[in-house]
């Protein structure tokens, strides 16, 4: 064999490759990765919890507590840390809130899982003890269900407030009350006859800056931030003509050569052009049309003879933007400059322009009846707080949408964490094999949460907090988490007051934790390729 030629795994992987195995060189790292990935959000959990500054590649700045940001934001690059975003991802896209809890209760897994690795259990075991917790976990979630939850009116707007508080104050804690109400009037306007085919495409977020929180408002239809072609601002009643393209003299499709031999020749030829032009026009104007919507650019002499018709135009840039506004009028986009067909015109009630915080805008309203799909107006002093506002109004409407598909609901404030690390911790103790350990483990987890809850309220005493499973509900302020003299209640009761989560999102948010957690432990190997090649970014600083 000649010497000097490379054996084993280097033989077989390409030259620049990483390799790590091993209880210290690959389980260990991944467990202390992830244990920092979540020590960036768990200071986050909460309506108390604190903010994050965060500048990206491009250099955008970013003020928030929304997990699914930050994490986006910090471009986590470790493998096993990515495990743990995935599942955070994952449950923002299936509930729409609950990405921190997933990172803190994943986080808070593997780090307990250090030293049952340390004490000589094996990963294997310590996985398959998660595993029977998991299923206890969500086996007992399901009892605590609070009674009564699932009789719900998808259409009463005070029932839908209540119900996604939990989702909305923990990112605007003093403003709750007001933005849930705002969501929940423009989530109940658009709900089709089947409420579980709500779709949150339905609810536009508009930012103006200037004023406050306090200034929102909610709109039956849409709002333009752009403002009409010509001097026609308002019509009401309107039938609408929508067009793709743009509004112009025709052009053929193949390049060609005009020759005039006069001048009479070409006045003649200017005068057909326009004349065809103003028959179109005349002809969209005798279908009783008042409002143009055009996709594309809208030429001098197209407008002229929409002025004279007294036809008010809007110019659309954005297909998406265009596709909403045929959903709010009922319009059908045309795609040939021509008079629209019965079946293509569509209605509006009203269409002004308004001037909202020195910015001039389009509001097009519809009728209740005919409304499918309303806008929130957000207002803000900063973009930093009409980001967030926007984020806590994306999280509010997805709130809706499971309320939709499963309205039950659990308590918050931690306490249904600690029911469950009770009973979990009970059902760990009949076990008699090395399972228990692990059970215990999980425990732990689930009490790490309303501890955390209380330790970002700033409340010194944390046992209070954890004693007993009710006393949250009943008794304890979302903000701080001071505890208020109450007598303890079940904690499947309906409270007046109370603050509750929705009980899909806490199953959800155990599972995606759980599987998170499991798929890490499981790694026993870390082998990595080369990174391809190609222009690094610049290094800052």
């Not at 309107?238 to 003299?249: F, P, W």
């Not at 052009?251 to 057909?272: H, I, M, P, V, W």
């Not at 400059?337 to 001039?360: L, R």
């Not at 094999?433 to 209380?454: E, F, M, N, R, T």
Request: glycine share 8%; aromatic share 4%.
């Amino acid at each position: 064999m000649a010497t000097g030629m490379p054996y084993g795994l280097q033989a077989m992987l390409k030259e620049g490759h990483s390799y790590f195995a091993g209880i210290n060189e690959a389980v260990l790292k991944n467990i202390e990765a992830c244990r920092g990935l979540a020590r960036i959000t768990r200071t986050s959990m909460g309506p108390a919890g604190s903010n994050k500054l965060l500048v990206n590649h491009l250099g955008k700045l970013s003020v928030t507590s929304d997990a699914s940001t930050i994490l986006r934001e910090v471009e986590v690059s470790h493998p096993a840390a990515k495990l743990m975003v995935h599942a955070a991802n994952a449950q923002d896209a299936e509930v729409g809130d609950g990405a921190n809890f997933v990172i803190t209760l994943s986080g808070e897994l593997i780090g307990n899982a250090e030293a049952l690795l340390l004490d000589g259990l094996t990963a294997a075991e310590i996985v398959e003890g998660y595993e029977k917790a998991g299923e206890k976990c969500i086996a007992v979630l399901e009892s605590l269900v609070v009674e009564g939850s699932d009789k719900f009116d998808a259409r009463d707007v005070e029932q839908v407030t209540w119900r996604i508080q939990s989702a909305v104050s923990s990112k605007q804690y003093g403003y709750s009350d007001f933005l849930c109400k705002q969501i929940a009037e423009a989530c109940v306007a658009v709900c089709p006859e089947n409420p579980k085919s709500f779709n949150v495409d339905n609810v536009r977020v508009v930012k103006l800056p200037g004023g406050g929180s306090l200034d929102s408002l909610v709109v039956r239809g849409i709002v333009l931030q752009s403002t009409p072609q010509g001097n026609i601002l308002r019509v009401k009643d309107a039938k609408v003509a929508v067009y793709s393209q743009g509004l112009d003299s025709g052009n053929t499709e193949t390049k060609g050569t005009t020759l005039f031999r006069s001048a009479a020749e070409l006045e003649a030829y200017s005068n057909d052009e326009e004349a065809l032009l103003e028959k179109t026009v005349a002809a969209i104007a005798q279908t009783g049309v008042k409002l143009v919507v055009s996709g594309g650019s809208i030429g001098e002499m197209a407008l002229h003879y929409f002025q004279r018709y007294k036809m008010m135009v809007l110019k659309i840039g954005s297909k998406f933007e265009l596709r909403r506004f045929c959903r709010v009028s009922g319009a059908s986009a045309i795609s040939k400059f021509q008079a629209p067909t019965v079946d293509q015109i569509g209605f509006v009630q009203s269409c002004a322009v308004e001037e909202i915080g020195g910015a001039k805008v389009t509001r097009v309203e519809q009728s209740d009846a005919l409304s499918s799909v309303c806008s929130i107006v957000i207002r803000g002093a900063a973009e930093n707080s009409l980001d967030e506002i926007e984020r806590c109004v994306d999280d509010g409407v997805n709130a809706y949408k499971v309320l939709c598909q499963d309205p039950r609901v659990v308590l918050s404030n931690g306490g249904v964490e600690n029911e469950l690390a009770k009973q979990v911790r009970a059902f760990g103790n009949q076990l008699h094999g090395l399972d228990q350990h692990s059970v215990s483990a999980y425990a732990d987890a689930l009490d790490a949460i309303p501890k955390l809850l209380a330790e970002n309220a700033c409340q010194e005493d944390t046992n209070e907090v954890s004693s007993s499973p009710s006393v949250p509900a009943s008794g304890a302020d979302a903000a701080t988490g001071d505890v208020a003299d109450a007598s303890p209640a079940s904690p499947t009761q309906m409270q007046e007051g109370g603050v509750y989560d929705l009980y899909r999102t806490k199953h959800r948010g155990i599972k995606h934790a759980t599987e998170a957690a499991l798929a890490v432990l499981s790694v026993d190997q870390i082998i990595m390729s080369k990174p391809a090649g190609g222009p690094q970014p610049p290094k800052r600083g």
